[in-house]
């Protein structure tokens, strides 16, 4: 395989350009290290990081506002909030804490459900929004959906046991071809409005899913906490997103988006994707492996990390700053992404962090 390097550079920490390079880059010590752990040796290394300071040539004579890059990615992000009126954006972190003490009484349920989903003229869909617990869902050639959802109290007495069951529901609905499973409690709403603290709560809830459905089904699947999401053997779209955890879909042959905020993403596709796609975290590295005859133009970001492919790229042009007017203000909006292209081009596929490493691999599985 021919090996293509490229060297992006950073201009006053605004744009993102990348450049041919007459001679690889060298990769730091501790980058190599890591590279040379992995079972297939990285075909293209492009080495990503914040470059000396250097001034930006602005028109001074013009009345502007410069926007600096965000260390939490796109400002416009939805991450990591999941929904308008879910309030997950709202869940207070300073509350995860796996060993509470006072949490002295337990209780443990198995819920287990079925729910016939033959094919129709619409597209199958399933929806999981959970706040604090695992997702894992397979696909299989059955037209129906297996639920587990193993349930677990932790509460500081008898009496707060009960309040859980009363607050804390697994709220189901299904209509036509869509099935939505909704965890549903007071960390739901806002705080100002519940007349009362989470604080006073004094239990936590846990539920942890197992799903089999139809394997030509669309998910869309969340939590926050305690948890991890795992996707497998699905032809449909996928929508996954994590906070504090992290995301491995398998074997899929879809398009979608996966986005967690403290852990690693792991993708391998059994069909490329045909539409846009978007992977992102935060902490952690992402991996996307892609069967052989990937064909697609890729979008790179990362701040401490570096960007490695099995696949020959060809260097895209950069994309030119987009200008804003806000009343008598002008704002330049730079774009701080490196652009390759694999093979012809296709389906754009961004891939962003902001610490760890970014590799693009061949799926030999």
């Given at each position: 395989?021919?090996?293509?390097?490229?060297?992006?550079?950073?201009?006053?920490?605004?744009?993102?350009l990348?450049?041919?390079?007459?001679?690889?880059?060298?990769?730091?010590?501790?980058?190599?290290?890591?590279?040379?752990?992995?079972?297939?040796?990285?075909?293209?290394?492009?080495?990503?990081?914040?470059?000396?300071?250097?001034?930006?040539?602005?028109?001074?004579?013009?009345?502007?506002?410069?926007?600096?890059?965000?260390v939490?990615?796109?400002?416009?992000?939805?991450?990591?909030?999941?929904?308008?009126?879910?309030?997950?954006?709202?869940?207070d972190?300073?509350?995860?804490?796996?060993?509470?003490?006072?949490?002295?009484?337990?209780?443990?349920?198995?819920?287990?459900?079925?729910?016939?989903?033959?094919?129709?003229?619409?597209?199958?869909?399933?929806?999981?929004?959970?706040?604090?617990?695992?997702?894992?869902?397979?696909?299989?050639?059955?037209?129906?959906?297996?639920?587990?959802?193993?349930?677990?109290?932790?509460?500081?007495?008898?009496?707060?046991?009960?309040?859980?069951?009363?607050?804390?529901?697994?709220?189901?609905?299904?209509?036509?071809?869509?099935?939505k499973?909704?965890?549903?409690?007071?960390?739901?709403?806002?705080?100002?409005?519940?007349?009362?603290?989470?604080?006073?709560?004094?239990?936590i809830?846990?539920?942890?899913?197992?799903?089999?459905?139809?394997?030509?089904?669309?998910?869309?699947?969340?939590?926050?906490?305690?948890?991890?999401?795992?996707?497998?053997?699905?032809?449909?779209?996928?929508?996954?997103?994590?906070?504090?955890?992290?995301?491995?879909?398998?074997?899929?042959?879809?398009?979608?988006?996966?986005?967690?905020?403290?852990?690693?993403?792991?993708?391998?596709?059994?069909?490329?994707?045909?539409?846009?796609?978007?992977?992102?975290?935060?902490?952690?590295?992402?991996?996307?492996?892609?069967?052989?005859?990937?064909?697609?133009?890729?979008?790179?970001?990362?701040?401490?990390?570096?960007?490695?492919?099995?696949?020959?790229?060809?260097?895209?042009?950069?994309?030119?700053?987009?200008?804003?007017?806000?009343?008598?203000?002008?704002?330049?909006?730079?774009?701080?992404?490196?652009?390759?292209r694999?093979?012809a081009?296709?389906?754009?596929?961004?891939?962003?962090?902001?610490?760890?490493?970014?590799?693009?691999?061949?799926?030999?599985?």
């Amino acid at each position: 395989m021919n090996r293509t390097c490229f060297l992006p550079m950073v201009i006053s920490g605004m744009a993102l350009l990348l450049f041919p390079a007459q001679a690889a880059r060298n990769i730091p010590e501790k980058q190599a290290d890591r590279s040379a752990q992995q079972e297939k040796a990285p075909a293209v290394p492009v080495e990503m990081g914040r470059e000396p300071d250097e001034d930006m040539d602005v028109d001074t004579d013009m009345e502007m506002d410069v926007e600096e890059p965000q260390v939490d990615m796109d400002a416009n992000r939805d991450e990591p909030d999941m929904d308008a009126d879910s309030g997950q954006e709202d869940v207070d972190r300073e509350e995860i804490d796996h060993d509470e003490p006072r949490l002295t009484e337990h209780e443990q349920e198995k819920i287990e459900k079925t729910f016939a989903m033959p094919a129709g003229t619409g597209r199958r869909t399933l929806e999981i929004d959970n706040v604090r617990g695992s997702i894992e869902v397979v696909g299989t050639a059955s037209d129906k959906v297996q639920l587990t959802v193993n349930k677990s109290i932790r509460a500081e007495s008898k009496g707060k046991i009960e309040q859980a069951r009363k607050d804390v529901t697994l709220d189901i609905t299904q209509q036509a071809d869509a099935l939505k499973l909704y965890v549903n409690g007071p960390f739901r709403c806002d705080c100002h409005d519940c007349g009362r603290s989470r604080d006073d709560e004094g239990y936590i809830v846990k539920m942890d899913f197992q799903v089999q459905a139809p394997r030509d089904i669309d998910v869309k699947v969340k939590t926050v906490n305690e948890g991890r999401v795992s996707v497998r053997d699905i032809n449909g779209s996928f929508l996954v997103r994590n906070v504090n955890g992290d995301i491995q879909i398998r074997n899929i042959a879809g398009s979608g988006t996966a986005r967690t905020v403290n852990g690693p993403v792991k993708v391998s596709f059994r069909q490329n994707p045909r539409e846009a796609s978007d992977f992102q975290t935060v902490n952690g590295n992402i991996e996307l492996a892609f069967a052989r005859d990937l064909s697609a133009d890729f979008r790179f970001k990362t701040f401490n990390g570096g960007i490695y492919s099995d696949f020959p790229v060809t260097a895209l042009p950069v994309q030119g700053m987009q200008e804003e007017h806000h009343g008598s203000k002008v704002i330049f909006r730079a774009d701080r992404y490196t652009g390759a292209r694999i093979n012809a081009g296709g389906p754009q596929i961004k891939v962003e962090n902001l610490n760890g490493d970014i590799r693009i691999l061949e799926n030999h599985e």
